[in-house]
């Protein structure tokens, strides 16, 4: 893996007019410099995946969801499919974000389930993994992020190599706390190995590391081996920031 990819979740963030502003700051920052050494996307509310593509037309910036069904259509109120997120010009969707394995209960199953339905529907799945603290000082790390990256490995089989993997400590997001690059690259070192042993060309599957990225720390963990880029949350709602982060990648 020679280029990186970093990604902006703006999980429930966002106005039509606070987007239009970040988004003006992200094309004024004209990431297409790094454009050679780093692809860069935002996913953004189910809503605003129109207007968003729309702006972000012709530049080096793409797209993604945040989430989405594991069915292909029919009466699932409140869902939304991939060929819905993808008709609306996106490329990625994230699945299995530790928010929505927490809050809405999601089990590895259902967000396999929602991973090999993002790529019979056309979109590149981001696929979430990462521990709890409890299960980290319980050593539980590799048991945790192994179980929930085989729920995937075993739906999607040969198609394993066409995801994007993201390692998310859940104590590391939203608060501050990083992964130290370290710790981040460890734990990356264990899922090169175990999408390799699974299938063979999963090896070169992109692993991002997420959980605090700043400006300040990002250059860092991007450096390690095994780390092929970030999932970038409360950095990504800040131009500035966020364009920092692309650029030391
Ligand atoms: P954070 O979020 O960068 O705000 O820690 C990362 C994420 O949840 O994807």
Not at 130 to 157: F, H, I, N, P, S
Not at 169 to 176: C, Q, R, Y
């Amino acid at each position: 893996m020679s280029k990186k990819l970093v990604v902006g979740n703006w999980k429930m963030h966002g106005s039509r007019a606070a987007n239009a502003e970040l988004l003006k700051g992200l094309l004024e920052a004209d990431l297409s410099a790094s454009a050679p050494r780093s692809n860069v996307a935002v996913c953004v509310p189910f809503p605003y995946l129109g207007e968003v593509v729309a702006t972000l037309q012709g530049s080096a910036i793409t797209v993604g969801s945040q989430d989405v069904s594991a069915q292909a259509q029919g009466a699932y109120t409140g869902e939304v499919s991939g060929a819905m997120v993808r008709e609306f010009g996106a490329r990625y969707a994230i699945v299995g974000h530790s928010e929505r394995r927490s809050y809405h209960s999601e089990s590895d199953q259902l967000v396999a389930d929602k991973a090999k339905a993002a790529l019979a529907q056309g979109l590149v799945p981001i696929v979430c993994v990462g521990e709890t603290l409890a299960e980290r000082e319980a050593d539980q790390t590799e048991a945790v992020v192994g179980r929930q990256l085989k729920a995937v490995a075993d739906t999607l089989g040969a198609d394993l190599s066409k995801v994007v993997v993201a390692y998310e400590p859940v104590w590391a997001i939203g608060t501050g706390k990083t992964a130290s690059p370290a710790q981040a690259q460890a734990v990356h070192a264990f899922l090169r190995a175990q999408l390799k042993a699974a299938q063979a060309q999963a090896v070169n599957v992109p692993l991002l590391y997420g959980g605090s990225v700043k400006p300040d720390n990002a250059a860092e963990l991007f450096s390690q081996t095994d780390i092929d880029g970030g999932l970038i949350g409360g950095a990504s709602l800040k131009a500035s920031d966020f364009a920092a982060i692309a650029r030391a990648a």
